[in-house]
């Protein structure tokens, strides 16, 4: 009798490991490695130190999903110092006949060849991060790029391309491509002297698919004051910025009946950010029955607006209607009042093909730079400008790495796991930020 009950517990015990560890396969979590403001990378491909990028004190702001297309007005920030990222200098380091080795791995992450990389950096506009943001970064180590997954800390100085996709991290020079993880399921390790910072949140963390169309240029929010947006065209360092006012209002378009590609577009351009429910975009071919505000409604540049959708080709997913977020918004439609404050977060906007998480995207050949602007810095109309929706993306040329974190994976460390955070709520404010 005592060894039939000893049996029966044991298979018990057996079955019970079997579905514990059956449910867990799905649920795996992807290592994600801490990389603060200011703390040098351990294999650089640039040596840090020599002034090629200037990082920024930024508190990171809340998000509405954990996913954001690179034309979301007010994703990225600048401001008034003159060079936050120096171009140049990362050129002139690639080319030298020295460092060829280094320039074919740096080239080879991104899928250029050793001559495109002049031509590809003059095509890259230098930005501050506002929030934090996964990305898939690359060390160099014994002649390869080394990749792994990163969190970039806000007020990283980054270098983006034409479609507002992250490609260089400006202080070490490493290339970088999207995370091709699960933003909601994610375990981050601070070592290696990045600690974990101040006000981090896993709910605030996000990451960034490239826009469904080149940009002509980029709609930032000075870090420094929130009230001051930033029109920086593609490819230019500061010295063509134009100026406008955050807290000047916008009207909400008519989103009923279009599709959720079109509706996105529509608010990017009318200076607003498309907000959504869950961890995936909805499908592009979804029909917006529902926006929250509704249309007529103004408000600030780069607050949401949170769009209900149904059908397309996840056929019958909807989208549940949310307030729309930003500092000084009222839920369910109210428009918020004129003494509202600045910097909205704003939430994804643009195209893509749904499903739970970001999906990678491959390295597009550089894109064609936009004639500068000489206009002054001068107080004009923000919204945020943009190409024709009618350009498509630009072909590739090689597939980004996926998967889990490989090459250098961090070591055991101190660690925050992050298990599918919640959008967050309506911002209070503007970043509290001083530039280095």
């Not at 995936?280 to 607006?305: C, H, I, K, N």
């Not at 889990?404 to 460390?413: F, H, Q």
């Given at each position: 009798m005592t060894i039939r009950a000893f049996l029966h517990k044991g298979c018990a015990l057996l079955v019970f490991l079997l579905v514990l560890s059956g449910c867990g396969r799905g649920a795996q979590l992807s290592v994600v490695k801490a990389v603060a403001t200011g703390v040098p990378a351990l294999a650089p491909f640039f040596t840090e130190g020599q002034g090629l990028g200037h990082d920024a004190e930024v508190r990171?702001?809340?998000?509405?999903?954990?996913?954001?297309?690179?034309?979301?007005?007010?994703?990225?920030?600048?401001?008034?110092?003159?060079?936050?990222?120096?171009?140049?200098?990362?050129?002139?380091?690639?080319?030298?006949?020295?460092?060829?080795?280094?320039?074919?791995?740096?080239?080879?992450v991104l899928g250029i060849r050793t001559e495109e990389i002049p031509d590809y950096l003059d095509r890259l506009t230098p930005v501050l991060l506002r929030h934090d943001t996964l990305v898939r970064n690359h060390d160099y180590k014994k002649g390869n790029a080394a990749p792994f997954n990163s969190l970039l800390q806000a007020g990283i100085a980054i270098l983006v391309d034409a479609q507002?996709?992250?490609?260089?991290?400006?202080?070490?020079?490493?290339?970088?491509?999207?995370f091709a993880g699960d933003a909601g399921r994610i375990r981050v390790d601070f070592e290696h002297g990045n600690r974990k910072w101040r006000g981090y949140d896993p709910s605030e963390v996000t990451a960034v698919r490239a826009a469904p169309r080149r940009l002509e240029r980029l709609a930032l929010v000075d870090v420094d004051d929130p009230d001051r947006g930033i029109r920086r065209?593609?490819?230019?360092?500061?010295?063509?910025?134009?100026?406008?006012?955050?807290?000047?209002?916008?009207?909400?378009?008519?989103?009923?009946?279009?599709?959720?590609?079109?509706?996105?577009?529509?608010?990017?351009?009318?200076?607003?950010?498309?907000?959504?429910d869950g961890?995936?975009?909805?499908?592009?071919?979804?029909?917006?029955?529902?926006?929250?505000?509704?249309?007529?409604?103004?408000?600030?540049?780069?607050?949401?607006?949170?769009?209900?959708?149904a059908g397309g080709t996840s056929d019958g997913r909807t989208v549940p209607v949310t307030p729309a977020g930003g500092p000084g918004s009222e839920p369910h439609g109210t428009p918020p009042s004129p003494?509202?404050?600045?910097?909205?977060?704003?939430?994804?906007?643009?195209?893509?093909?749904?499903?739970?998480?970001?999906?990678?995207?491959?390295?597009?050949?550089?894109?064609?730079s936009p004639a500068p602007s000489s206009s002054p810095l001068s107080p004009s109309s923000p919204l945020s400008p943009s190409s024709p929706p009618?350009?498509?993306?630009?072909?590739?040329?090689?597939?980004?790495?996926t998967g889990?974190?490989?090459?250098?994976?961090?070591?055991?460390?101190d660690s925050v796991t992050s298990a599918g955070p919640a959008a967050s709520g309506p911002a209070t404010g503007g970043p509290t930020a001083s530039a280095t």
């Open positions: 990171s702001l809340p998000v509405h999903g954990t996913l954001q297309q690179g034309d979301t007005p007010g994703l990225y920030g600048g401001s008034r110092q003159p060079t936050v990222c120096d171009v140049e200098k990362l050129k002139k380091f690639l080319t030298a006949p020295g460092n060829h080795r280094k320039a074919q791995a740096w080239g080879g507002g996709q992250p490609a260089v991290k400006c202080s070490c020079g490493n290339p970088l491509r999207p065209p593609v490819g230019t360092a500061g010295t063509d910025d134009t100026a406008f006012d955050t807290r000047e209002r916008h009207t909400v378009p008519d989103l009923v009946g279009a599709d959720f590609a079109k509706a996105s577009r529509l608010l990017s351009d009318a200076g607003l950010a498309a907000a959504y961890q995936g975009l909805p499908p592009d071919d979804a029909r917006v029955t529902a926006s929250d505000p509704p249309a007529g409604t103004e408000l600030r540049f780069g607050q949401y607006v949170t769009v209900q959708v003494s509202s404050s600045g910097g909205s977060p704003p939430a994804s906007s643009g195209s893509s093909s749904g499903g739970p998480g970001p999906s990678p995207s491959a390295p597009s050949s550089p894109p064609s009618s350009v498509s993306s630009p072909a590739s040329r090689t597939s980004p790495a889990p974190t490989s090459g250098s994976a961090p070591p055991p460390g």
